[in-house]
């Protein structure tokens, strides 16, 4: 190639001028952040999984027993039983917290500056650090907590109710309060994308409310669910502290299997649990977005 | 001709806290007319139509349709259907479901939906795109698609709110011949809520020209065109200018001036040639703009320009005098 003075131009220009090459600069920085901090890790936690260890010692191997010791030992079961269930039930939760949330600012307020405040409001208890919203609950739930005596001062029970605290009652609870904001945000912004004279054209074709909510806004939600779902389920599934703080020590799930092996320093066992879960959670969002297609709302 | 199967609008108004959008409007439509609810933007047209749909409270006032009060009935009781601007198609149905909707709200069974959906997509001929989602059409298939909605349930009265605005202006003059096709084999009214004069003139049985939250004039598009009865009208409707002569305001049509010696004397002001016609724009002594639509020919075969000083004369029957 040669540039309008005749000569041909040098080896930088040609580089430059290499669209493809462009391209590649352009996405160098965030692929080398991804891979130092995400792939390259991943790839460890894998390597380490096949990896043996002693009480004293950790050795590199190739050595399938870690996950032969997971998948034989009945514990395993329990405990992703018992992750699946947390996760089933704080999605359930927070799904009909979150819509009904988001329904009403979407499309109860009218007034874009009122909805712009009560949406903040929302957001206040993420001021806050996770840790402190989780142990805040204790004194209000506890055995002479305000809960149990304001139960006890109505007359409403004799006895302090024992499930309150340290329980999976307290353990939902908390995964509710902490994660239902990672629900409103992804369906109100769907439900904000809904054109508002579809509701009038819904209503004009005679259908009742409730119709309206179930063939026309539910279905065109279904995207901002779908985020909002991956959000929560995430989150609860990887999650060890909230398990281990509202429990007392007493529930268990992935998590905590993962957070006992490291402080027992067994790393190629907490590894191969770590992997096992990774592959869950990715098997779990796989099949999700079989049944929506989010790809439009990124 | 009057018959019991009229919309009529009685002492119609609409307040938003101090605000009068519409003011105390009384209008009977006529069975099975095309009418063209006429104005400029913030007239109350639109707000007007959306109280006949039943997507507006009244604050005042009484709708009748066929005898009855349907001022407070939900929409879909009322025996009128809309088409909305951006059409309002349901993004995730395909045509046919999108058609069918009403039917299924009501509880039809699939089969009997679908089959009713089929006509009413024969009839505006898009039968064959049933299966497409409303993304995949273009503008014009999308309004068909809507025009088939709203006509599904068999209303009496259909509302059009600015149906042809989303069009560009080649498929806008073909898809305004579609309309006005369906609504003379349909025999209902049609109620056409535009801002364009030409749109109205070229569709309408009958022209209603709103302004300022009142009707200023109704009747059949010819007389409201040539007969304007106030300033406002005569300006909206176009062709039209507003003199004072002894004493009175009259409406003289453009294109009955023309030049004469004799005539009034003016100076000519800006020259448009637009094929039919030339439009001469002169001012008269007081500086009142007259426009002139001269025939292209005559025009040409005594040409004038910028400066020039003319005399402008017109034929007795082309000047109208105007009420307010």
Redesign the interface.
């Known amino acids: 190639m040669r540039d309008s003075t005749g000569k041909a131009p040098g080896w930088g220009v040609t580089l430059m001028r290499n669209r493809h090459f462009v391209g590649w600069l352009q996405a160098a920085p965030l692929s080398l952040i991804l891979i130092g901090f995400l792939i390259l890790p991943i790839i460890t936690i894998v390597i380490v999984s096949f990896w043996q260890a002693t009480e004293f010692s950790i050795i590199p191997a190739f050595s399938l027993e870690n996950y032969e010791f997971l998948f034989g030992s009945p514990v395993t079961y329990k405990v992703f039983g018992a992750t699946f269930k947390y996760a089933f039930l704080t999605w359930a939760f927070t799904l009909s917290i979150g819509f009904t949330v988001a329904y009403y600012l979407a499309f109860h307020i009218r007034s874009q500056p009122v909805q712009i405040a009560l949406f903040l409001i929302c957001t206040i208890p993420f001021w806050t650090s996770n840790i402190i919203r989780m142990i805040s609950w204790i004194p209000f739930l506890g055995r002479n907590g305000i809960a149990n005596q304001a139960l006890i001062s109505w007359g409403v029970i004799d006895q302090p109710l024992e499930w309150l605290l340290y329980s999976d009652f307290s353990v939902i609870l908390a995964f509710v309060h902490l994660y239902t904001l990672f629900m409103v945000v992804p369906i109100f912004n769907t439900m904000m994308r809904i054109?508002k004279?579809?509701l009038?054209?819904?209503?004009?074709?005679?259908?009742?409310g409730f119709?309206t909510l179930v063939?026309?806004i539910v279905?065109?939600t279904k995207p901002g669910i779908m985020i909002g779902t991956i959000f929560v389920l995430t989150l609860v599934m990887g999650d060890f502290i909230t398990v281990r703080f509202m429990s007392g020590s007493q529930r268990a799930n992935v998590g905590r299997l993962i957070s006992n092996d490291i402080s027992l320093l067994q790393y190629p066992s907490a590894a191969a649990t770590a992997v096992v879960l990774l592959l869950t959670v990715l098997i779990v969002i796989g099949i999700l977005l079989r049944f929506v297609n989010i790809r439009k709302e990124l | 001709m009057r018959t019991g199967q009229d919309l009529e609008l009685s002492h119609v108004t609409k307040r938003y806290g101090q605000t009068v959008a519409v003011r105390d409007i009384n209008h009977v439509f006529t069975n099975g007319t095309y009418v063209c609810l006429l104005g400029p933007s913030g007239c109350g047209k639109s707000t007007t139509l959306r109280m006949i749909a039943g997507h507006e409270t009244i604050s005042d006032g009484s709708i009748l349709l066929d005898g009855t009060d349907v001022s407070h009935l939900p929409p879909a009781k009322r025996g009128t259907a809309m088409m909305f601007q951006s059409y309002a198609l349901f993004p995730h149905l395909s045509v046919r479901d999108n058609v069918a909707f009403s039917l299924r709200m009501q509880g039809q069974d699939k089969a009997l939906r679908h089959k009713a959906a089929n006509e009413m997509l024969e009839l505006v001929d898009m039968i064959h795109l049933a299966d497409r989602l409303p993304a995949q059409l273009s503008g014009g298939q999308q309004q068909r698609v809507a025009l088939a909605r709203a006509l599904v349930t068999k209303p009496r009265v259909l509302l059009l709110d600015e149906p042809l605005s989303a069009l560009d202006p080649f498929l806008r003059i073909r898809v305004r011949g579609e309309l006005k096709r369906l609504q003379r084999e349909l025999g209902i009214s049609f109620i056409h809520v535009t801002h364009g004069q030409d749109e109205a003139l070229a569709l309408a049985d009958e022209c209603v020209v709103m302004n300022n939250a009142v009707i200023e004039q109704s009747g059949p598009a010819r007389e409201v065109f040539s007969r304007p009865r106030t300033e406002f009208v005569a300006r909206f409707m176009g062709g039209h200018n507003v003199i004072d002569l002894n004493g009175g305001r009259y409406a003289l049509r453009a294109d009955g001036v023309h030049f004469a010696t004799a005539g009034l004397p003016a100076t000519v002001r800006t020259i448009e040639y637009q094929g039919n016609h030339v439009a001469v724009t002169s001012t008269t002594g007081d500086d009142t703009e007259v426009l002139a639509l001269i025939p292209e020919e005559t025009f040409f075969a005594n040409p004038k320009n910028p400066g020039d000083a003319v005399g402008l004369a017109w034929d007795e029957g082309r000047l109208h005098r105007l009420q307010a």
């Open positions: 054109d004279s579809l009038e054209a819904a209503r004009d074709n005679g259908a009742s119709q063939h026309v279905p065109l």
